[in-house]
């Protein structure tokens, strides 16, 4: 059983009502307060920031049997700075805070297990920050298949592109010109 299962199985009598959201519909907002943890467990999300000039920059998405939540509001207590929106219909369940918090200090097991996820996001997001630096458009995309082949089946074309820093035309003639092997 791998981290993730682990955690999921000693969460799943914890877990509060579910929550359905609309094609489109946000979870959270930026400037939100709300530092709940959720369980998606059908559907899918992206989560994202606007710049100043108001363009959207996909930072991660979640599919069924994934984390999501305003992770920056839920470490330090401040209004959130990104957005979280259903793809497709998506349910969720979750959990508050505090009850989080007194699953994680009910035994130094649940802390090391919550500490090696916590060491594992970061890991993705340092894999996630040297794709974008280093590897050209075509390569990042072949990488992040690799780590996430369901991705085309979950996610719109646009926000893949976004994801990937580059317009939705480029990817669109990226995935043209790569082996026709390839399934997506």
Known sequence: MNLQDTLLQKLAPLWEEEIILKRNEFLLKEGDLNNNTYLITSGSVRVFILDKEGNEHTIRFGYAKSFTGGLDTFLVEKPTKFYIQAIKETHLKYLSKDKFSEFLHSSPE???????????????????????????????????????????????????????????????RILKNIDSNQSF
């Open 110 to 172: 649940n802390q090391s297990l919550w500490q090696k996820f916590l060491e594992l996001l970061v890991y993705q997001q340092l894999e996630r920050e040297i794709d974008l630096i280093t590897f050209t458009p075509k390569e990042r995309l072949l990488r992040v298949l690799d780590r996430s082949p369901q991705l085309f089946q979950e996610i719109p074309q646009k926000h893949i592109a976004s994801y990937l820093r580059m317009t939705p035309e480029t990817l669109s």
